[in-house]
């Protein structure tokens, strides 16, 4: 990643009720069938901590609101633990060849997003493969440039770190990128800014899924004040 300041005055409201405990599950979430939704985040070395913990949070809690929720693991180019750019170590559950069947896949940003993640044919062919299957993929902040040579936000409206928009453009000129918003919902695909902001993706899909009701619990056990309308984003019809 080429830079790593906020995005200044897109900010989630943060509100006090949130309970540091974990409420009991609600009732079945509507459209999500009798199983857990499979949560597949791809963790490579360099991987940032605010693009994967926070989303993580955020679908890991659905368990809480509703029944089923989201089964949430990780899925790395091996079963080798990866370390985060900030230096923590992070187990795996999944290499590459072992992951099962995902129904949404997240990137998360990586050191490497950028450069040298591009170049590795295996990993793009699974993102591609896999990310081709699922339900809903979300890439957190430049995580957006493997779903774009992964060929998955071909004909799509995305958006990506501010800071990085115009290298994005550069790098893929027939993209329709945008500017100005937190995270762009078009079709299957979910691209969003990231850093300090990658919860507003993760509860946007939430509510898409499992419905404002839920989305707004998960938010109040995170401490944040979930209300769609007051976040700046994108959902292309």
Do not use: K
């Not at 605010?50 to 949070?57: C, G, K, V, Y």
């Not at 590795?120 to 957006?144: K, M």
């Amino acid at each position: 990643m080429s830079a790593r300041e906020l995005l200044v005055g897109l900010g989630l409201v943060v509100g006090l009720a949130g309970a540091c405990r974990a409420p009991q599950a609600g009732p079945q979430a509507p459209g999500t069938g009798e199983r857990p939704l499979q949560v597949a985040f791809l963790v490579v070395d360099g991987v940032y901590n605010s693009e994967l913990f926070a989303p993580l949070d955020v679908f890991q809690h659905t368990i809480f609101h509703t029944e089923p929720g989201m089964q949430v693991w990780l899925v790395g180019r091996t079963r080798r633990p990866v370390t985060t750019f900030e230096g923590q170590v992070v187990a795996v559950d999944h290499d590459l060849s072992s992951a099962p069947e995902i129904d949404v896949l997240v990137v998360p940003s990586a050191e490497h997003s950028m450069d040298s993640d591009l170049e590795d044919a295996a990993l793009l062919d699974w993102v591609a493969e896999r990310g081709g299957r699922a339900r809903h993929v979300v890439s957190l902040c430049d995580g957006a440039f493997v779903l774009a040579a992964a060929g998955l936000l071909e004909g799509r409206t995305c958006t990506t770190f501010p800071g990085d928009v115009q290298a994005f453009r550069e790098r893929f000129p027939a993209l329709d990128v945008h500017e100005g918003v937190l995270y762009v919902h078009d079709g299957p695909t979910i691209t969003s800014a990231g850093g300090a902001q990658s919860y507003a993706p993760a509860l946007h899909l939430v509510e898409q899924l499992y419905g404002s009701e839920v989305a707004r619990g998960v938010g109040r056990g995170l401490v944040i004040d979930w209300d769609a309308s007051r976040v700046p984003h994108l959902v292309v019809d």
